[in-house]
């Protein structure tokens, strides 16, 4: 079947520009999830959709990063006014019953 | 606050060798742990979990992992090493509850010699 679909796989943008990644989960997975994975910070969570409740933003480092998952289906995740050190592969997961599936990832480079 | 260590940031092993990749988490109850896998380019694949019950859990690949409360780790073991399992490995665990989110070691990088 079908797993989690990022796109696009990479990503070359200036310094200063807005950034939309996106990411379909798998059909009938209810969570979904943001990482980001760079060099010195290792996995780091961004953000987390249930259902139909509040996201969890905790992870966010910025108020340039934002999501947004609609129909609670496909999530995009905005990353506005890029800087060089949002370069990194932003991760999406998808769950059920607590286990988590990952896309390939989208590799963001900012130049 | 919540840590998972992965204290082998590189291992090098021959192939057809056991392999033995170190993990430890810092949690009061017993969490979800995970075992993944990743291959360069590529995503994480789940390799194998433990949830409750028997403490040495099988996953694909070959791979086991024994879970010890007393000691708070969750070690990822293979009998026998294929030039194909060179990868990146991470430990990771999940509180069991609502929130959700992953925790993750930073990573142990294995290469195979063949």
């Known amino acids: 079947g079908a797993g989690v679909s990022q796109s696009p796989s990479n990503k070359v943008t200036e310094k200063g520009k807005d950034v939309e990644l996106r990411c379909d989960p798998i059909?009938?997975?209810?969570?979904l999830y943001w990482y980001r994975q760079s060099l010195g910070q290792g996995l780091e969570f961004l953000i987390y959709f249930q259902g139909n409740s509040a996201p969890d933003k905790s992870g966010l480092p910025s108020d340039r990063f934002s999501a947004e998952r609609t129909g609670g289906s496909v999530s995009t995740l905005t990353i506005q006014r890029t800087q060089q050190e949002d370069s990194a592969v932003y991760l999406c997961?998808?769950?059920?019953?607590?286990?988590?599936?990952f896309g390939a990832g989208t590799r963001l480079s900012v130049l | 606050a919540q840590s998972v260590t992965q204290p082998d940031i590189h291992i090098t092993v021959s192939e057809g060798a056991s392999l033995e990749l170190r993990c430890n988490y810092s949690y009061g109850a017993t969490p979800y742990l995970f075992w993944y896998v990743q291959s360069p380019g590529q995503g994480l694949q789940l390799l194998l979990k433990y949830f409750s019950g028997d403490t040495l859990v099988q996953g694909i690949k070959g791979f086991e992992a024994e879970f010890k409360r007393s000691q708070s780790s969750f070690n990822l073991r293979k009998p026998s090493v294929h030039w194909s399992d060179a990868a990146e490995y991470f430990c990771?665990?999940?509180?069991?509850?609502?929130?959700?989110?992953?925790?993750f070691g930073r990573g142990t990088q294995l290469t195979v010699w063949p």
């Open positions: 059909s009938g997975h209810t969570a």
């Open positions: 997961a998808s769950s059920l019953q607590n286990i988590q599936y």
């Open positions: 990771a665990v999940d509180r069991g509850s609502t929130l959700g989110r992953l925790y």
